[in-house]
């Protein structure tokens, strides 16, 4: 009983989080996508990074899974001394988090003479992760992918970013509508200046 008690729990609160994440995009509606087929890291883009970043772990596991959603979204990795359309880079960080304690007592009537067998306490985290394609003939920005997500304790999913990238890159590449929308408000707020 106290197994099921602890997996209800878990779920919710996994649920919760994972509805206080965001992933939002932004782009040049100058960018010639249909021209971008391969990609690089920018040069030094393991330098400088902070937080959860700095370890090469956490680096590696980044770019293994933006690699993976690079490839689907139709952009290969340049070989030798090829120049690439797109740089990518990235960086993140992790926010001080918030100690959380929910009880397990009240969801299923337990009995609270034992408060410790009742009681989950964790530190939730909030993570930004911030990817940019970067044109290499223009050197602008052309496409951005902005995930903050609401990382809980033990029980989180350990797919959480491999979700957000997905949920990141299924925009990718913009459709000629949202380019065209995009250019139109720019050109409206531009004008309004």
């Known amino acids: ?61 980044v770019e293994r899974a933006l690699t993976v959603r690079l490839k689907t979204a139709g952009l290969l990795p340049v070989t030798g001394d090829e120049k690439p359309d797109l740089y990518v880079r990235y960086q993140g960080d992790t926010g001080s988090g918030k100690e959380v304690t929910t009880s397990l007592g009240s969801l299923l ?21 911030i990817v940019d394609l970067v044109d290499v003939k223009t050197t602008t920005l052309a ?31 913009p459709t000629a509508a949202e380019v065209a929308r995009k250019a139109r408000a720019m050109e409206k707020s531009s004008g309004a200046k």
Not at 11 to 26: K, Q
Not at 31 to 54: E, S
Not at 149 to 167: I, N
């Open 1 to 61: 009983m106290r197994r099921l008690a602890l997996a209800l729990v878990t779920g919710m609160l996994v649920t919760g989080a994972a509805r206080a994440g965001s992933v939002d995009v932004d782009f040049s509606p100058k960018a010639d996508f249909k021209h971008y087929n391969t990609w690089a890291w920018i040069p030094g883009h393991d330098q400088g990074l902070r937080g959860v970043l700095a370890d090469a772990t956490m680096r590696e596991r």
């Open 109 to 129: 009537h337990y009995n609270w003479a034992d408060p410790a067998a009742a009681t989950l306490q964790f530190t939730e985290q909030a993570a930004a992760l």
């Open 143 to 173: 496409w951005r992918l902005y995930i903050h997500e609401t990382y809980g304790g033990p029980s989180d999913t350990s797919d959480k970013l491999a979700r957000s990238l997905d949920k990141g890159f299924e925009k990718y590449p």
